[in-house]
Nanobody
Framework: QVDLVESGGGLVQAGASLRLSCAAS????????WGWYRQAPGAQREYVAA???????NYDDSVKGRFTISRDGDRNTAYLQMDSLKPEDTAVYYC????????????WGQGTQVTVSS
């Protein structure tokens, strides 16, 4: 089992940037890939981005070109660089870790709130 702690959220104006971090502890050697998700008020949690162990990345169309996911294996941390933020990016952001079979090996953390004002 892997425990994750998200951080880096805040209140910003449209067009600003934020960098979210996701720090892992526990069975970190089993982590193959990371994913970022978000949940807006009254909405279901949705996929944002993912990064595999080989560094390949994938993004939801809504954030493609604005968000960048990365990982720091030495520090067991994943990041989400968010640029050109829009009010519709307002949500609680969560990360999750996956094993080689792309099965989740972490439960949902507490998330970090991102609020973008217009």
């Amino acid at each position: 089992q892997v425990d994750l702690v998200e951080s880096g959220g805040g209140l910003v104006q449209a067009g600003a940037s934020l960098r979210l971090s996701c720090a892992a502890s526990g069975s970190i050697s089993s982590i193959n890939s990371w994913g970022w998700y978000r949940q807006a008020p009254g909405a279901q949690r949705e996929y944002v981005a993912a990064i595999l162990r080989d560094g390949s990345t994938n993004y939801d169309d809504s954030v493609k070109g604005r968000f960048t996911i990365s990982r720091d294996g030495d520090r067991n941390t994943a990041y989400l660089q968010m640029d050109s933020l829009k009010p519709e990016d307002t949500a609680v952001y969560y990360c999750r870790a996956f094993d080689d079979d792309i099965e989740p090996i972490s439960s949902w953390g507490q998330g970090t709130q991102v609020t973008v004002s217009s």
